[in-house]
């Protein structure tokens, strides 16, 4: 059965625009280079064993029933925009909207506020000094943003191969790190580790669960591409899978190797990693200072490799919602007739990119904190898009029931809920964290020093927080309303699409 999915003429006509260029390992690389977010190891392992404990927990009651949740979903339904068309068939184009403006804005957050910063940190660390603050870190982080919005401009037949290289490498550089990590184990030993350092506590679950929520998410976002597949009814469900197994060993040997080597109270949000990589390192000898430098590279190199799976997944979902009528209409709905790219919202990108990361170089404190206050930010947005995407693909079980599903989970529509009920709940309690940190840690009764823990106060975190929020949450409604003109010109389905959108037509 076709998909009842109603689309404005100028959706349509923007779709011809499409070259379907990615097969499946294309879209396994692409997914990997995406979501395995190696930037955030650090991060995450600074709450010490326990780390290990929930990514392993999470993995089993989180990542798998939601894997399996858009593996079915994304076999499903096919057409370029991903979660976007999902929540529009499921709740109409208002609630699709505010869905996709989260998860795209997210991505250029991300890469401004927190990526480039890292990327130049660990480059003037271990290759070069950048003093903080001077011409050079402007350019650097600069130069960083617009690479990855170039990579998402040129056509996909030519722009995936930057980050299939940067997965291919990012999985190269994790396993080389595990190695020389056991490696070093047996010459110098580990730290002492014992059952009791694996414990899981409430104040670690409080503080790591959005962390791993974030590394978790996004395997379903390849189909922001589904358009450019060649067969993604039957390759989304087998990248879904590879992916999510691929990402979990990413995850959890790690850090686990990390721990091995690094005392919990050395590791930061920028230092963890490469502190344990210098560490073992000292099994090259005179050769660890190039090997270190060769890695910090390396890791440079998957860092924008990163952000451009992110700009060319994220973009061209967000490019279909303005050609939808859901973004400032016309304007941004545009797909480069040659190229297949949606240039304009590529540049929207990195203008917002560029405009964050100069708001992230205001604000005071250390490196390490500044890290962490855009981290929790850009976790908020991408979480919160999860609120309406997840009840999104359970609805589309039982509201279209007769489309064929080359994967389909073997659980009853009730059971399909259950999985849903399952990740929306982590997602719920994520998305609160991130926003509000330490307010279930005080209602608990634990001990949260606001400042200690964030490098801020926490004033200017909410201000910066909700700022942000309130920001994109205008900037949806003023695009929503000025895009009127592409909903009012209507489609060549418009009985369809009165009968599946209840809302926002």
């Given at each position: 059965?076709?998909?009842?999915?109603?689309k404005?003429?100028?959706?349509?006509?923007?779709?011809?625009?499409?070259?379907?260029?990615?097969?499946?390992?294309?879209?396994?690389?692409?997914?990997?280079?995406?979501?395995?977010?190696?930037?955030?190891?650090?991060?995450?392992?600074?709450?010490?064993?326990?780390?290990?404990?929930?990514?392993?927990?999470?993995?089993?009651?989180?990542?798998?029933?939601?894997?399996?949740?858009?593996?079915?979903?994304?076999?499903?339904?096919?057409?370029?925009?991903?979660?976007?068309?999902?929540?529009?068939?499921?709740f109409?184009?208002?609630?699709?909207?505010?869905?996709?403006?989260?998860?795209?804005?997210?991505?250029?957050?991300?890469?401004g506020?927190?990526?480039?910063?890292?990327?130049?940190?660990?480059?003037?660390?271990?290759?070069?000094?950048?003093?903080?603050?001077?011409?050079?870190?402007?350019?650097?982080?600069?130069?960083?943003?617009?690479?990855?919005?170039?990579?998402?401009?040129?056509?996909?037949?030519?722009?995936?191969?930057?980050?299939?290289?940067?997965?291919?490498?990012?999985?190269?550089?994790?396993?080389?790190?595990?190695?020389?990590?056991?490696?070093?184990?047996?010459?110098?030993?580990?730290?002492?580790?014992?059952?009791?350092?694996?414990?899981?506590?409430?104040?670690?679950?409080?503080?790591?669960?959005?962390?791993?929520?974030?590394?978790?998410?996004?395997?379903?976002?390849?189909?922001?591409?589904?358009?450019?597949?060649?067969?993604?009814?039957?390759?989304?469900?087998?990248?879904?899978?590879?992916?999510?197994?691929?990402?979990?060993?990413?995850?959890?040997?790690?850090?686990?190797?990390?721990?091995?080597?690094?005392?919990?109270?050395?590791?930061?949000?920028?230092?963890?990693?490469?502190?344990?990589?210098?560490?073992?390192?000292?099994?090259?000898?005179?050769?660890?200072?190039?090997?270190?430098?060769?890695?910090?590279?390396?890791?440079?190199?998957?860092?924008?490799?990163q952000?451009?799976?992110?700009?060319?997944i994220?973009?061209?979902?967000?490019?279909?919602?303005?050609?939808?009528?859901?973004?400032?209409?016309g304007?941004?709905g545009?797909?480069h007739?040659?190229?297949?790219?949606?240039?304009?919202?590529?540049?929207?990108?990195?203008v917002?990119?560029?405009?964050?990361?100069?708001?992230?170089?205001?604000?005071?404190?250390?490196?390490?904190?500044?890290?962490?206050?855009?981290?929790?930010?850009?976790?908020?947005?991408?979480?919160?898009?999860?609120?309406?995407?997840?009840?999104?693909?359970?609805?589309?079980?039982?509201?279209?029931?007769?489309?064929?599903?080359?994967?389909?989970?073997?659980?009853?529509?009730?059971?399909?809920?259950?999985?849903?009920?399952?990740?929306?709940?982590?997602i719920?309690i994520?998305?609160?964290?991130?926003?509000f940190?330490?307010?279930?840690?005080?209602?608990?009764?634990?001990?949260?020093?606001?400042?200690?823990?964030?490098?801020?106060?926490?004033?200017?975190?909410?201000?910066?927080?909700?700022?942000?929020?309130?920001?994109?949450l205008?900037?949806?409604?003023?695009?929503?309303?000025?895009?009127?003109?592409?909903?009012?010109?209507?489609?060549?389905?418009?009985?369809?699409?009165?009968?599946?959108?209840?809302?926002?037509?």
């Amino acid at each position: 059965m076709d998909q009842p999915v109603g689309k404005t003429r100028l959706a349509e006509e923007q779709s011809q625009h499409l070259q379907k260029s990615l097969g499946r390992f294309d879209i396994l690389l692409l997914v990997v280079a995406a979501v395995i977010s190696v930037e955030i190891l650090g991060q995450v392992s600074g709450f010490g064993g326990e780390t290990f404990t929930w990514t392993l927990i999470l993995a089993v009651t989180f990542m798998i029933p939601y894997g399996l949740i858009f593996a079915e979903t994304g076999g499903a339904f096919t057409e370029e925009g991903g979660v976007y068309v999902w929540t529009k068939m499921a709740f109409g184009r208002v609630v699709a909207a505010i869905t996709s403006l989260f998860t795209w804005v997210t991505q250029p957050v991300w890469v401004g506020g927190a990526m480039a910063f890292v990327a130049v940190e660990t480059w003037s660390e271990y290759v070069g000094h950048i003093e903080a603050g001077s011409f050079g870190d402007y350019l650097f982080k600069l130069a960083f943003i617009w690479i990855t919005v170039t990579s998402a401009i040129i056509s996909l037949k030519h722009g995936k191969w930057l980050p299939s290289l940067g997965a291919i490498l990012k999985v190269l550089f994790l396993t080389f790190f595990i190695i020389v990590t056991l490696v070093y184990g047996l010459q110098h030993g580990f730290n002492g580790l014992d059952l009791g350092f694996f414990s899981p506590t409430l104040a670690g679950f409080l503080g790591v669960t959005p962390l791993l929520l974030f590394s978790f998410l996004g395997f379903e976002s390849g189909n922001s591409a589904a358009g450019e597949m060649k067969n993604p009814a039957k390759d989304v469900p087998i990248s879904v899978a590879r992916s999510s197994v691929i990402a979990a060993a990413s995850y959890l040997l790690p850090i686990l190797a990390i721990l091995l080597v690094v005392p919990v109270d050395e590791i930061t949000g920028i230092g963890g990693l490469f502190g344990a990589i210098a560490t073992v390192y000292t099994v090259f000898g005179g050769a660890a200072e190039v090997m270190l430098a060769i890695s910090a590279m390396v890791f440079c190199f998957v860092l924008v490799s990163q952000g451009a799976a992110w700009m060319i997944i994220s973009d061209r979902m967000q490019a279909m919602a303005a050609a939808d009528g859901s973004f400032f209409g016309g304007f941004f709905g545009k797909f480069h007739p040659k190229l297949g790219t949606p240039i304009r919202v590529n540049t929207l990108s990195g203008v917002v990119a560029t405009l964050f990361m100069l708001a992230a170089m205001q604000l005071t404190g250390t490196s390490s904190a500044l890290f962490g206050v855009v981290l929790s930010i850009s976790i908020s947005t991408f979480l919160l898009s999860y609120l309406f995407a997840i009840p999104a693909a359970v609805r589309l079980r039982t509201k279209y029931p007769h489309t064929d599903r080359p994967f389909k989970v073997p659980v009853s529509d009730t059971g399909f809920k259950v999985l849903g009920a399952i990740c929306f709940g982590w997602i719920l309690i994520g998305s609160w964290v991130a926003i509000f940190p330490g307010t279930l840690d005080v209602l608990f009764g634990l001990d949260y020093n606001f400042e200690e823990i964030w490098g801020v106060s926490q004033f200017t975190f909410e201000a910066f927080a909700l700022g942000t929020l309130g920001c994109i949450l205008a900037l949806g409604v003023v695009g929503y309303i000025r895009a009127k003109k592409v909903r009012d010109a209507g489609s060549t389905h418009e009985v369809l699409e009165s009968e599946a959108f209840t809302s926002g037509v």
